[in-house]
């Protein structure tokens, strides 16, 4: 079957680094994608990886490691509006979507 | 502003009620998909439409129906509504197959079933 997995929570202090790790098993690999969801509201795209390697995008990084199943997200400089859930998510050969069921960052000050 | 309309926002509805929630986008995109969120568990797709006039079911159909008349509208029916649809429901659209995937999101529904 398919699966991705990541943290159900993790914790983080104001100001630090934080790395959020998914690892997945899937039919096929078009792509893999990070979205933050805010409490209450919808999801909204952060990064897409298809390619091995580390995609910078201001305080956020996404990397990818196609051979080991493997990415993380990094998140710098963390604020306190960056608590929100992580969803991690692979397209498969059929180009569909398998999500994890989410990081709940918590930053405190 | 242009991007996806999802109503109502939020439902109570009594178990065997038929409901449908509506969902409009305004960014001609070809490929539109529903979700639902429950607690613990990642997005899961109830059916999709790559472009106007096809859908296809996704991972959880079952009790639910699409319909796709045109591109920017894509409505959810719940025929008869069971307690374990009880859920928040996510429409979605991208520019469609093979493209980077990036999907963007309504503000979500929430429907509670009792």
């Known amino acids: 079957g398919q699966n991705i997995d990541q943290p159900t929570e993790m914790t983080a202090t104001e100001g630090a680094i934080v790395q959020i790790n998914c690892t997945y098993q899937t039919s096929g690999f078009n792509g893999l994608f990070w979205y933050q969801q805010h409490a209450g509201e919808a999801p909204t795209f952060l990064s897409y990886?298809?390619l091995d390697g580390l995609e910078e995008k201001g305080r956020f990084s996404s990397f990818l490691s196609r051979s080991k199943g493997y990415s993380y997200l990094l998140l710098k400089e963390l604020q306190m509006k960056d608590s929100a859930s992580y969803l991690c998510?692979?397209?498969?050969?059929?180009?569909?979507?398998?999500w994890g069921a989410g990081t709940k960052l918590i930053i405190k000050p | 502003i242009a991007g996806i309309t999802q109503a109502p926002t939020s439902q109570i509805l009594a178990a065997g009620r038929r409901m449908t929630l509506r969902c409009t986008q305004d960014m001609r995109h070809n490929a539109m998909y529903w979700y639902r969120q429950d607690l613990g568990l990642g997005l899961r797709l109830i059916h999709y439409?790559?472009?106007?006039?096809?859908?296809g079911k996704g991972e959880v159909p079952d009790g639910y129906s699409v319909s796709r008349a045109n591109t920017d509208d894509f409505p959810l029916t719940l025929a008869s509504a069971v307690p374990s649809q009880t859920s928040v429901y996510f429409c979605?659209?991208?520019?469609?197959?093979?493209?980077?995937?990036?999907?963007?999101f309504g503000e979500g529904s929430r429907l509670t079933v009792l």
């Open positions: 439409s790559n472009t106007a006039g096809t859908t």
């Open positions: 979605a659209s991208s520019s469609g197959r093979g493209d980077t995937g990036e999907l963007f």
């Open positions: 990886n298809v």
């Open positions: 998510a692979v397209m498969d050969s059929n180009y569909q979507l398998i």
